[in-house]
């Protein structure tokens, strides 16, 4: 999950910035908050290693959830 936002035009502008790194993305409306969700990886390990370069990309604090 590279993002939680609480208004669409903030998760649209995170899906943005994520696709053009090429990335597939998901947003997930829950409550008040939009979870905009980048990547999908074949294992954790892998997810984990992809949050840390979307850090350095990105900013904010990525982690790894699991399904959309």
Do not use: C, M, W
């Amino acid at each position: 999950q590279i993002a939680a936002v609480g208004s669409k035009a903030a998760a649209a502008d995170a899906e943005k910035r994520a696709r053009a790194l090429g990335l597939t993305v998901v947003t997930v409306h829950e409550g008040s908050l939009y979870k905009v969700r980048a990547g999908q990886y074949n294992t954790r390990s892998d997810a984990l290693a992809a949050a840390a370069g979307l850090k350095v990309k990105l900013g904010g604090d990525p982690f790894v959830v699991s399904g959309s």
